[in-house]
């Protein structure tokens, strides 16, 4: 078997331009969607991702800031500023760009975030939310292989799934959200006494370990969908996944190479988040107006019937 090699550049491209659309509905609602972005420090690697999160609000029509601190900023500043985003009209979504320095306490800052823009799903909140399947958003990454799976009409109910990586940002969400489409889960990690005894048995493997070529083609089973979120730097500059890619797609049936298809879907996810994030905060605008106007109406009308009531008088 040659496995399907699943693009998400192009699943991401289909979803950009429908997120476009609906951003330009909502600006000329005068309501454009907003992104703000916290930096602290001068991490490359993160200055990299967030100059790309940043790109892609601007290719579909997000209105975005990075604000940016230096690595000594006291923690009581970017406290206050989430502050003020959580009030600001115009800021639907705040991520805050990790690792930070190590004078901040980072569950404090993420508790800071309001519930409702917690574009990344840290605060505790909507971690517990998750377990229920009430998110105020998806995070990222897990449904971007959520939504590969879904664009790709790979069904999930009923099926074994096996999640290599159990980290609260990938791994453990991500297991949790096919858990409530009816999969069977086994969650994997480090300590896991012979990985591929479970990953033989997938139906739907993910693997998010951070160990290039952890998956060998003999732990996979014919015919499974392969989904690769690791993204590993190589010595020699290059970029890998976690799964033995060329070896993997004799055997699986569907594959996603790394890099090229899950990161691009979780930047466009995060793109997802703001912009619903901008359409619930349009409608209950909508409904307050109503509501106000329905208000009005009845102010209306008992101020005519209390005019009429005068005449008859
Ligand atoms: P992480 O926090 O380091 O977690 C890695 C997880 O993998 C841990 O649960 C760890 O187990 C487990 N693990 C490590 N070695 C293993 C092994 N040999 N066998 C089985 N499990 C093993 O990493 P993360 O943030 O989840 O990210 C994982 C990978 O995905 C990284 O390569 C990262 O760059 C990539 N990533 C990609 C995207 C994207 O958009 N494509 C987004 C996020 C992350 P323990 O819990 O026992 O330590």
Redesign the pocket.
């Known amino acids: 078997m040659s496995a399907k090699i699943i693009d998400g550049n192009a699943i991401a491209k289909k979803i950009k331009g429908e997120l476009a659309i609906q951003a330009a509905t909502l600006t000329a609602h005068d309501m454009k969607p907003g992104l703000s972005v916290i930096l602290v420090g001068n991490d490359p690697a993160s200055q990299v991702y967030v100059s790309k999160k940043i790109k892609a609000c601007s290719e579909v029509g997000i209105e975005s800031q990075c604000l940016r601190f230096s690595s000594s900023v006291d923690p009581s500043v970017v406290l206050a500023l989430i502050h003020d985003l959580n009030q600001d009209p115009r800021v639907h979504c705040i991520l805050v760009q990790l690792p930070l320095p190590t004078q901040f306490n980072v569950s404090e800052i993420l508790e800071s975030i309001s519930q409702s823009k917690d574009v990344d799903v840290f605060h505790l909140y909507n971690v517990g939310a998750l377990v229920v399947g009430q998110t105020v958003f998806p995070p990222?990454?897990p449904y971007?292989v959520q939504r590969i799976l879904m664009h790709e009409g790979i069904v999930i109910e009923g099926k074994n799934v096996v999640v290599?990586?159990?980290?609260?940002?990938?791994?453990k969400p991500m297991a949790l959200m096919l858990m409530q489409q009816n999969a069977t889960i086994s969650i994997?990690?480090?300590?896991?006494r012979d990985?591929a005894q479970y990953t033989i048995l997938a139906d739907i493997l993910i693997?998010?370990?951070?160990?290039p070529a952890?998956i060998k083609a003999e732990m996979v089973k014919t015919g499974a969908v392969v989904i690769d979120?690791?993204?590993?730097r190589l010595a020699d500059g290059s970029l890998v996944?976690?799964v033995d890619f060329q070896a993997v797609a004799e055997k699986a049936s569907h594959i996603t190479p790394?890099?090229g298809?899950?990161?691009?879907?979780?930047?466009t996810m995060l793109l997802h988040n703001t912009v619903q994030s901008a359409q619930r905060a349009f409608e209950n605008r909508d409904q307050a107006w109503q509501a106000h106007c329905e208000n009005d109406r009845y102010h209306f009308c008992h101020s005519d019937l209390a005019a009429e009531n005068e005449e008859v008088k």
Do not use: E, Q, R, W
């Open positions: 990222c990454t971007g290599v990586g159990a980290s609260n940002i990938v791994g994997c990690h480090a300590k896991t990985l693997v998010a370990a951070g160990k952890l979120v690791g993204i590993n996944g976690d790394a890099p298809g899950v990161g691009p879907m979780t930047v």
